[in-house]
């Protein structure tokens, strides 16, 4: 393939440098042309590390970057409606890091400046690109887990040693509801294919933590009396699993969102791990991005889906401050 998704990238956070820039160089479709910190010296370190031909000591700088077609941002929460509704006002389209916003609020602000403006928004949840999803659904499809009668989900890992981190500003859009609760809440509205109708969840608020919710339990409803239950945590062993409970068996991810796409399925027919391709995730998402903005294929996650994810996460937050059930 010779055409390129010329892609900048707003911000030298680790989750663009580890992982979402080496990722979309890997794809088939992106180049990573330029990239931009308001501290020009990172920018151009970054830069050189990871091959990046451009570097640029302001945002505004990129944005105005006629060869620049889309644009990555991994800023803090708080930024993530500011950057994106700026880029796409300059007519770039946009990857945005999860959670995309602050709320709902901001969150549709964003995928209305995407209709006014004519371009792409997503949200960067990668593990969507896996064909490991449409696998599990089509086992569900298929009746062999029987009825669905309950998800259980989980994302967690220890950080609190690291008081500065950006995760522990509660004015920033920290806490592990914002940072990997939003995981299995966005699987769930994946698996399930409709829109929950209640959150109750409860969290330790650390005050050496800027009283973000270091680890978050909770149950969402769904409709047809089918719930989630998940916890999230910055403050607690790493696990990243999802279970989907069946009334004649149950489909077992070890390793949901990042790791290992192999699954496991326990049916009447006994236990046997579903083998699933490896690929590079970022890699997937770049290049399903593309296809969309080219207009080869129709996007399953646009604007919309990131305001109906965000509505679930207000809940939560909401649920877990004021210790009550809250409607969605």
Same mark, same amino acid.
């Given at each position: ?16 440098? $580890? ?15 330029? +990239?931009?910190?308001?501290? *020009? ?14 570097? /640029? ?19 803090? @929460? ?13 007519? %770039? ?5 999860? =959670? ?15 209709? %006014?403006?004519?371009?792409? *928004? ?25 009825? *669905? ?8 890992? @220890? ?24 995981? =299995? ?8 294919? #409709? ?15 800027? !009283? ?11 409709? $047809? %009396?089918?719930?989630? #239950? ?9 696990? !990243?699993?999802?279970? +989907? *409970? ?13 790791? !290992? ?9 006994? %236990? ?7 690929? !590079? ?27 109906? $994810? ?10 877990? /401050? ?7």
């Amino acid at each position: 393939m010779t055409r390129k998704l010329r892609w900048g990238v707003i911000g030298c956070a680790s989750i663009a440098v $580890n992982s979402v820039i080496p990722g979309t160089k890997l794809s088939e479709t992106g180049e990573v042309k330029a +990239i931009a910190s308001r501290d *020009l010296a990172k920018a151009e370190e970054t830069a050189a590390k990871l091959g990046i031909p451009q570097a /640029y000591g302001s945002y505004e700088e990129i944005l105005a970057d006629s060869e620049i077609d889309a644009i990555y941002i991994p800023l803090p @929460n708080h930024l993530h409606m500011e950057w994106s509704i700026r880029a796409m006002e300059a007519g %770039k389209h946009v990857l945005c890091e999860k =959670p995309i916003a602050m709320n709902a609020q901001q969150a549709q602000r964003m995928a209305d400046a995407a209709k %006014k403006n004519g371009v792409h *928004l997503a949200e960067a949840f990668m593990y969507r690109q896996h064909p490991r999803y449409k696998a599990i659904a089509e086992i569900i499809a298929s009746g062999e887990i029987g009825e *669905l009668r309950g998800l259980h989900g989980a994302f967690t890992f @220890n950080n609190a040693g690291d008081s500065k981190n950006v995760r522990y500003r509660r004015d920033w859009g920290g806490g592990s509801i914002y940072d990997v609760g939003c995981y =299995p809440l966005s699987a769930a509205r994946l698996i399930l294919g #409709t829109e929950p109708e209640a959150a109750t969840v409860h969290a330790l608020l650390s005050p050496e933590h800027d !009283n973000v919710d270091m680890m978050a339990s909770g149950i969402i409803e769904f409709p $047809n %009396k089918v719930a989630l #239950t998940f916890d999230c945590g910055m403050w607690a062993a790493f696990r !990243n699993t999802l279970e +989907i *409970l069946g009334t004649e068996g149950r489909i077992e991810v070890p390793e949901a969102f990042i790791g !290992n796409p192999n699954f496991i399925v326990h049916s009447k027919g006994g %236990k046997r791990e579903v083998e699933q391709p490896v690929f !590079n995730q970022y890699a997937l998402q770049a290049d399903t991005f593309a296809r969309i903005v080219w207009g080869e294929q129709e996007a399953d996650f646009a604007g919309d889906d990131a305001v109906a $994810n965000m509505k679930v996460i207000d809940a939560c937050l909401e649920s877990a /401050y004021s210790r009550k059930r809250v409607s969605i």
